[in-house]
């Protein structure tokens, strides 16, 4: 039996395409509907059946009892407003945002029954044209709820999730960006500055390992954009801290001390091995 009657995907990329494609394939919606700034985006949707109606206008998420904000950080705080005033306080509104803080604050103040998502699921490709319905199944999904979060509205969302595969995990806003911007913001970070920092003469070259740590640096730049300015305070001290290791070992380099230089390779291997 579906949870939902009509569910509303306002972004039809990659992320909303396949939360369409998943509540489909696993029956938690009666009907799926979404919407996208782009048409064609709206009808690569309707194509791969990830919904069953869309539309560039968002009128068409009257009605709907979950509304899932599924687009880049900045257009998603835009979005709120006019979103309030299409749905009822009866609906769920969710979202599936890298930075949650500044999310969280505005969804709060417009909506009812706002829980705050963000499933670790992402790929370096974009686009609906990547969508698939078991992008969410054995990934972690961070929930953040707060004080006024609705309970049955949380009970309902987490309960979703676990039907789409996801292992739940629960912090506050401000935690999930603390640790968001070291375990996710700051590799990308790094991955865009490592590609700029090579010179193009040298790019045919590039080894396996090299293809591995860049990967992700073929991300959408204005996904990533969003995410750096929205959680910027957290970014910026974890790249502070990055920095500092990286000095530290291009002093050893440049002092020729390789027991020092030993002593902080074997210190990070082991700290690979114990974590990760």
């Not at 939902?4 to 306002?10: H, L, Q, T, Y």
């Not at 996208?36 to 985006?41: L, T």
């Not at 001390?257 to 700290?271: E, I, P, T, V």
Request: charged residues 20%.
């Amino acid at each position: 039996m579906a949870i939902f009657s009509k569910a509303g995907i306002v972004g039809t990329g990659l992320v909303g395409g396949s939360l369409g494609l998943a509540l489909k394939k696993n029956k938690l919606a009666d009907q799926v509907v979404g919407t996208s700034r782009h048409a064609s985006s709206v009808s690569a949707a309707k194509k791969i059946r990830a919904i069953d109606a869309g539309s560039q206008n968002i009128n068409i998420l009257k009605g709907c009892d979950l509304v899932i904000l599924a687009g880049p950080v900045e257009t998603i705080l835009g979005q709120m407003g006019r979103i309030s005033r299409l749905v009822t306080d009866d609906c769920i509104v969710i979202d599936v945002a890298s930075t949650k803080e500044l999310v969280v604050k505005k969804a709060n103040k417009c909506f009812a029954r706002f829980v705050g998502c963000h499933p670790l699921a992402g790929s370096d490709k974009r686009g609906i044209a990547f969508a698939r319905p078991d992008l969410f199944n054995k990934a972690a999904c961070i929930i953040t709820p707060v004080r006024s979060t609705d309970k049955a509205a949380l009970t309902l969302i987490m309960n979703m999730w676990v039907k789409l595969g996801s292992d739940i995990i629960t912090l506050d806003p401000g935690a999930h960006d603390r640790i968001l911007a070291w375990m996710s913001h700051l590799p990308h970070a790094m991955a865009f500055a490592l590609i700029s920092a090579v010179p193009d003469r040298y790019l045919a070259y590039a080894p396996q390992s090299f293809r591995d740590m860049t990967r992700i640096a073929g991300s959408s730049p204005d996904i990533w954009e969003d995410v750096f300015t929205t959680n910027r305070r957290n970014l910026l001290d974890s790249i502070d801290v990055f920095v500092r290791q990286l000095i530290k070992v291009r002093s050893r380099i440049m002092q020729n001390d390789r027991r020092g230089l030993s002593r902080l390779l074997k210190a990070a291997q082991n700290k690979k091995h114990r974590s990760i």
